[in-house]
């Protein structure tokens, strides 16, 4: 019986938490649908055990497009500042649109950033505004998030040159001196962009562009 396989599998990887949370952050980002299901069914029989660790999982869980019904579960008890970077990697809108009330935080993190050196904020603030940074970065990657990235006045090209979705933003940059041209040889949308700048393609990385073989 295949639930019952999942079962025994379950309580077995269970075991791995306290000594290698590597291998579940990765079930945890990366897990399918019947991993997630799993998991779900199984959170508070486990919790008086590994309740410990939960906190550190579901920063993991909110980058799986697959935990919707987890990180809404648990948003309440369980979400902070930490698992903001990872919830704007999220590629399920349903999950995405929680990101919605930090969006002017993140705005204003990165606006703290063309302004100020880290090294010159104030304490309290370096690690908040490090994790707004990453989050920001997370976001500008996202082809699902166009409609929170269009809500920033202070948008990051260098990670912005990746993202497929992102093509009419990219284009009123002046290219290739406001773009990551690394990052732009990547992008399957911007072939146009990259013809027209030939001599700073990075052909290394043009290789993972599935629309780059002509070029």
Same mark, same amino acid.
């Given at each position: 019986n295949f639930g019952i396989i999942g079962e025994i $599998?379950?309580?077995k990887m269970f075991d791995y938490?306290? /000594?290698d949370m590597s291998i579940w952050n990765v079930i945890c980002e990366e897990g399918n649908k019947y991993t997630i299901h799993i998991?779900? /069914?199984n959170i508070e029989k486990y919790r008086h055990k590994y309740g410990l660790y939960y906190k550190d999982l579901y920063i993991s869980l909110c980058a799986n497009p697959n935990a919707g019904n987890i990180i809404r579960?648990?948003?309440d008890e369980m979400f902070c500042e930490r698992c903001l970077g990872n919830l704007c990697r999220n590629t399920n809108p349903e999950i995405l649109c929680l990101i919605e009330?930090?969006?002017k935080k993140i705005n204003e993190a990165m606006a703290c950033a063309t302004v100020n050196n880290l090294? $010159? +904020?104030v304490q309290p603030n370096i690690m908040q505004n490090l994790r707004l940074q990453f989050a920001n970065s997370s976001l500008m990657r996202n082809p699902l998030a166009m409609p929170y990235i269009k809500?920033?006045?202070?948008i990051e090209s260098d990670q912005l040159s990746m993202n497929p979705a992102a093509i009419d933003i990219i284009e009123r940059y002046k290219i290739p001196d406001d773009v990551n041209m690394d990052r732009l040889s990547t992008n399957e949308n911007a072939i146009?962009? +990259?013809e027209n700048n030939i001599y700073e393609i990075n052909f290394k990385f043009l290789a993972k562009n599935e629309n780059g073989i002509d070029l």
């Open positions: $599998t379950i309580e938490i306290p /000594n998991l779900e /069914n579960k648990y948003y009330p930090f969006i090294m $010159t +904020l809500q920033l006045t202070h146009h962009l +990259l």
